[in-house]
């Protein structure tokens, strides 16, 4: 059975973790297969948008697989030459489609994601710390850079869950659907991004990731290269033409 399930419907990549037994913990084969499908979906030009969810009716993830958790051995890791194909060293938007348990290195995979939406019964943590652990998958970076800092300090250093309307007043996520609603909700979002200029997207995304780290003065030039490449792409010039023309836009991604 397939630890991750990989389907394209058009444009749409559709991912889903696949291990309900484990309640989708993370362990070797997930952490294969989601690479060797992000690099798929990376590299794939008719793939314009994911989205990354969890069967089942439980989890989208409990995080790390505790089962198979070894003792370290003290030693720095290397830095990596080739580092995980996540969704936010891709250009193309990936959307969290986050239900039940979304605790760990699950709601780590969830912050690398563009959007995030959850179902209302989703409850999101950082619960290593009730395990004598921490939060390795880059919890303690992205989850302060992203909602007030005394609030995922409160997560990171209590363990505690939060649930969906919480996470959507702090802003961890950007809307709250019924459970039955998640998936259609993800779809209709992915649809609409996939009306849009794809390019123009993909320039978007690497702007709003790269320029986080960056000076405002940087990060405006970032943008200012990002304008001046996609001024000369035809789906630039077509999104114009169809302006005028009071028709749908077809982009090509050229
Ligand atoms: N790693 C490995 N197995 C996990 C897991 C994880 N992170 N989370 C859940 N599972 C397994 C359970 O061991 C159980 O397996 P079993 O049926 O063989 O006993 C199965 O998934 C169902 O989980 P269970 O604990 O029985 O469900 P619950 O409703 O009582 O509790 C949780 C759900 C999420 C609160 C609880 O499973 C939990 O705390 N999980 C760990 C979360 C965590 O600490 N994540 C960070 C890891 S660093």
Redesign the pocket.
Known sequence: MAAVIYEKKGHIAIITLNRP???N???ADIHRELNETMVDFRDNDDLWVAILTGTGD??FS????????QPGTGEAPQRRSEPPVRADTIWKPVIAAIHG?C????LELALTCDVRIAADNA?LG???V??G?M??GGGTQRLPRFIPRAVAAEILLT?NRINAEEALRWGLVSRVVPRDQLMSTAMEIAETICQRGPLGIRATKEAIIRGYDMTLPDGLYLEAEKVAYVRTTDDFMEGARAFAQKRTPDYKGK
């Open positions: 037994e484990a309640l913990a993370l362990n439980r989890a409990a995080g790390a697989d505790i089962k198979g958790f348990y605790l760990g290195g699950g409850q950082q619960p290593e009730n395990i652990f939060a390795g363990g």
